[in-house]
């Protein structure tokens, strides 16, 4: 393998910069040549790629976003897109291609790999709704989370109220529940469990009871329509009930260090994957560090959160 490629696709997630930086790191201390890919794989179908270099990634690893951008190409899930594509790399000798994005890009990636270019996925979303790994901005997007929680907690407590925060997540309840654990809140909503309205109602009214200031309501996206839920709220508890969007304030900023060093072993991983001749293969962070999971496997598993945080966000929340 001479040549490789980069690129990013779907939603951006803080670590996908740290994740490029070491991908073309790796590949030139390897005697690659690099290339990078911008706009995901509608930029592959047209042609946008450019050489990298080693001062290509200079000072981007505290960035959050992508240098090499990104976007959902829906050209790219037809056959003749992902033909298109491979044209694109074919005609500069390019054999190789690193993909970071969510579980959409990673299946793109899987039905790319069927035409016989290899490629390696590094899962960045800030969802991790991954299976078998941590995603790369999953970490950032929580401390963002929290960081608003904390916020509001203040002004929640100075006016007493009740507020109702909507977190991202995608399908996947994984950051309502992190962000609901470490930020203490009273209730934590998420797609995997059946909503129980009255034992919301019933914590705030407990938690009234004992001259509790305030309540924190987590919500993931698209699990309970917050208005609806303030209105509920305010109607069997006579609470003032506010409701706040995180929305993609959640998907900015700096990455923390857990997402620098992930995106650092994760891109280094995958140009090493691609030297040992590895492809159809997705680098996932588990025990022990490092591991190639086929693609296969990775698109067909749906990941399940640690329900056991759901029970201690419960319990903790009396
Ligand atoms: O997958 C990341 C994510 O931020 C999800 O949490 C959210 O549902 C979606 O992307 C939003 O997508 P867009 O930026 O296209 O509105």
Same mark, same amino acid.
């Given at each position: =393998? ?16 740290? !994740?490029?930086? !070491? ?9 690659? *040549? ?20 080693? $001062? ?8 959050? $976003?992508?240098? /090499?951008?990104?976007?959902?190409? !829906?050209?790219? =899930? ?21 993909? /970071? ?13 069927? /035409? ?23 970490? @950032? ?8 929680? %904390?916020?509001?907690?203040? @002004? ?7 507020? +109702? ?7 996947? $309840? ?9 930020? $203490? ?5 998420? &797609? ?8 919301? +109602? ?24 917050? =208005? ?8 069997? @508890? ?27 072993? =994760?891109?280094? !991983? ?9 492809? %159809? ?15 296969? *496997? ?6 399940? &959160? *640690? ?12």
């Amino acid at each position: =393998m001479q040549r490789i490629a980069v690129l990013t696709s779907g939603g951006d997630a803080p670590g996908m910069n740290a !994740a490029i930086r !070491a991908v073309v790191r790796s590949a030139i201390y390897n005697q690659l *040549e690099v290339f990078g890919v911008m706009q995901g794989f509608e930029g592959l179908i047209q042609g946008q790629i450019k050489p990298m270099y080693l $001062g290509s990634v200079a000072d981007i690893i505290h960035r959050g $976003g992508t240098i /090499l951008q990104t976007s959902r190409s !829906a050209r790219f =899930m037809t056959e003749e897109g992902r033909r298109q594509a491979l044209e694109q790399l074919e005609k500069r000798g390019i054999t190789g291609l690193i993909v /970071l994005g969510g579980n959409g890009s990673l299946r793109g990636a899987y039905e790319f790999s069927k /035409l016989g270019i290899k490629v390696v996925g590094i899962p960045a979303t800030i969802d991790n709704d991954i299976v078998y790994t941590r995603s790369i901005g999953f970490d @950032t997007a929580v401390n963002t989370a929290l960081t608003a929680i %904390n916020h509001i907690r203040d @002004t929640a407590t100075s006016h007493g109220r009740v507020f +109702i925060i909507e977190v991202m997540g995608h399908n996947c $309840g994984e950051i309502a529940l992190a962000a609901g654990v470490a930020g $203490g809140a009273e209730s934590i909503l998420i &797609p995997e469990i059946e909503v129980d309205l009255e034992q919301i +109602i019933t914590k705030i009214n407990q938690g009234t009871a004992r001259g509790k200031l305030h309540s924190i309501i987590i919500v993931a996206e698209g699990v309970y329509p917050v =208005m609806e839920l303030k209105e509920k709220i305010e109607e069997a @508890t006579g609470q003032d009930t506010r409701v706040t969007i995180l929305g993609h304030i959640q998907r900015g900023g700096t990455p923390t260090a857990v997402d620098r060093i992930l995106g650092s072993c =994760m891109g280094k !991983a995958a140009v090493d994957a691609l030297i040992s001749g590895k492809g %159809n293969v997705m680098i996932a962070s588990r025990e022990g560090g490092m591991h190639s999971i086929p693609l296969q *496997e990775v698109i067909r598993g749906k990941k399940t &959160p *640690e329900l056991g945080m759901f029970d201690l966000a419960r319990v903790l929340s009396i």
